[in-house]
């Protein structure tokens, strides 16, 4: 998943214009469906306050195609590590609500935990958490997570425990700017829910469903919801779907990539951010969105910052890919959804968001 979202990232920042053709982007995705074995793709094109274009195209499953095709505009996709910037996103609600700071010691809302962890991490804020700086080890593979012991319990607790656990590993300490973490996101998540007293689940619900009437899932579509958009993986060098029933659960680093939206809900969270940079206060403050997408160089909250002029991140869980790019300067975004997390939907994002700019950048 890091790699994947690096590869991404550091293609995107680096397209010229100058070498596209002038092939439409519906064109496009439909030339992806068709010859690379991308089932589904939804992507748009919007500004802080109008959607210049929509589509959801292609078929739910590779296996089950037909002439007419099964996407639909109200399909979830899964956002895998783009899940991120909506936990960053709760965490300065709170912040807002003077529930917690920015610069809150994880340690200091659970001094009772102090003495059993790795004291390289008795410092740690909730700011170096939600942008990788407090040095947890990644959790980005599955493998990651076979040595770690089973916990039990509900969710909540769960997560409580596997952030214990986590803070007793080695320190990464290098020279890089820093080292994304799930484990990170699960960290913050826990303070969120300390401050709070209520659990990630109930909080994203009360923030997006209910204050922002924003439709979500949690985790696959097709584990919550007939009839939607099953992921798919490589087997024995085919893609092919994956099943809801299959042994693959998200559940310790949920806050750091497990939600699924329609793309018309995530334009809507998309376009909130927008108007926060642009001057105008919703749900937050303007100068809270400023600091979302500006709080650290290269990584801030949820957000990557290469560039003072581009807020961007790529999310995959393996079975889905998610990409948003916000041009900061021109007020624009580029949002590519797919159905699969293969070699080919990565390449294809990069295609589709090249000719996204080159139609639509003003």
Request: net charge negative; proline share 3%; hydrophobic share 35%.
């Amino acid at each position: 998943m890091k790699q994947l979202r690096q590869v991404i990232l550091t293609l995107l920042l680096l397209i010229s214009l100058t070498d596209l053709t002038a092939q439409n982007i519906t064109e496009i995705a439909e030339d992806l469906i068709r010859n690379d074995s991308i089932p589904g793709i939804a992507f748009a094109v919007v500004t802080k306050d109008s959607v210049i274009i929509s589509k959801v195209l292609g078929y739910h499953r590779i296996d089950k195609k037909n002439e007419k095709g099964t996407a639909a505009d109200g399909d979830y996709f899964h956002l895998g590590s783009n899940t991120k910037a909506i936990t960053g996103f709760i965490a300065a609600c709170l912040i807002e609500q003077k529930k917690i700071g920015w610069d809150t010691k994880f340690f200091d809302l659970f001094p009772e935990t102090s003495g059993k962890i790795n004291p390289a991490y008795l410092q740690v804020t909730l700011e170096d958490l939600l942008t990788h700086r407090a040095g947890l080890p990644s959790f980005t593979s599955g493998s990651d997570f076979k040595t770690i012991p089973r916990f039990e319990g509900d969710k909540r607790n769960k997560r409580t425990r596997f952030v214990e656990y986590a803070f007793t590993l080695p320190a990464i300490s290098d020279e890089k700017s820093y080292n994304y973490s799930n484990a990170g996101y699960s960290a913050a998540t826990v303070m969120l829910e300390k401050v709070s007293g209520k659990s990630w689940e109930e909080l994203v619900r009360d923030i997006l469903m209910k204050k922002l009437h924003i439709q979500f899932a949690q985790g696959w579509p097709n584990r919550n919801f007939e009839n939607q958009p099953w992921g798919h993986w490589i087997e024995n060098g085919k893609l092919v779907p994956v099943s809801p029933e299959t042994d693959y659960d998200l559940n310790l680093i949920e806050p750091g990539g497990d939600l699924s939206m329609p793309l018309s809900d995530y334009i809507r969270f998309i376009q909130l951010n927008m108007e926060g940079l642009s001057g105008e206060d919703n749900i937050l403050k303007s100068e809270t969105y400023q600091y979302i997408h500006n709080a650290r160089n290269i990584y801030a909250i949820g957000w990557e910052n290469r560039t003072h002029q581009v807020s961007a991140h790529a999310g995959s869980d393996g079975t889905f890919l998610s990409y948003v790019q916000i041009d900061r300067n021109q007020l624009i975004a580029y949002i590519v959804l797919m159905n699969c997390g293969s070699k080919n939907a990565e390449e294809g994002v990069v295609k589709m968001i090249k000719q996204m700019k080159n139609e639509y950048a003003r």
